[in-house]
């Protein structure tokens, strides 16, 4: 089965709302990253978080290892924040990322 | 200012012919990969190297060969181009396990 399961596939807000992205993977993967995609397609690295509450700006991430769950909160939600958030987690064989399906994010006025 | 390097940004090629598509970045890092991104795959991994002249097949290296001959370099080569390999092409290195940073892409489309 799927290693990384992101929710939602897609959401809409207005502008100012509030978001929370979820992100669960298995047993076998850990070392778990945010992207944005903007959407002209470039892949920003948002947090690196293997375990706990990371924060920056607008943006807070938390993983919970133990419970096999990352989230993404983003506070304040602006037009600009539109565009696909990517989780990904890393299997400790060869190193390699295992990326979820993605969240597409839609922020209207 | 860490930075992947990826060149060229948009490529058109004819069925048959050879691309090579280039990678660069200025971190030292010893891992680098290869991903491809199609609309509802998502990113899949091509190759990934672990350093120089170490080079892994990931997902779906069919079609694809890589050559990393220094370390802040990193090739990937498309022997004959196919219709199917139109995608999007990400570039990316870490040091060692830790945190993944990606290039802007290469768009390539074969015709």
């Known amino acids: 089965g799927q290693q990384v399961q992101q929710s939602p596939a897609s959401l809409v807000l207005q502008e100012g709302e509030n978001a929370e992205l979820q992100c669960n993977f298995s047993?076998?993967?850990?070392?778990m990253q945010w992207f944005y995609q903007r959407p002209e397609g470039s892949l920003v690295s948002l947090f690196y978080?293997?375990?706990g509450t990371k924060q920056s700006g607008r943006l807070t991430s938390t993983t919970v290892i133990k419970e096999r769950r990352s989230s993404l909160h983003i506070s304040s939600s602006q037009i600009t924040d539109s565009g696909t958030y990517l989780c990904?987690?890393?299997?400790?064989?060869?190193?390699?990322?295992?990326f979820g399906a993605g969240t597409q994010l839609i922020v209207i006025p | 200012d860490m930075k992947v390097t990826q060149m060229p940004r948009y490529l058109i090629k004819r069925m048959g012919e050879n691309v090579l598509l280039e990678c660069g970045q200025d971190?030292?890092?010893?891992?680098m990969y290869w991903y491809r991104q199609d609309p509802g795959l998502g990113l899949q991994l091509i190759y990934i190297?672990?350093?120089?002249?170490?080079?892994s097949e990931g997902d779906i290296p069919k079609g694809y060969r890589v050559s990393r001959k220094k370390r802040e370099h990193f090739s990937l080569i498309l022997d004959s181009a196919k219709t199917n390999q139109t995608s999007v092409y990400f570039c990316?290195?870490?040091?060692?396990?830790?945190?993944?940073?990606f290039g802007k892409g290469t768009r390539l489309t074969v015709v």
């Open positions: 990316a290195s870490s040091y060692r396990n830790t945190e993944v940073f």
């Open positions: 047993t076998s993967l850990n070392s």
């Open positions: 978080n293997p375990s």
């Open positions: 990904a987690a890393r299997g400790s064989a060869l190193g390699r990322l295992h």
């Open positions: 971190m030292s890092h010893e891992t």
């Open positions: 190297s672990y350093d120089v002249d170490s080079n």
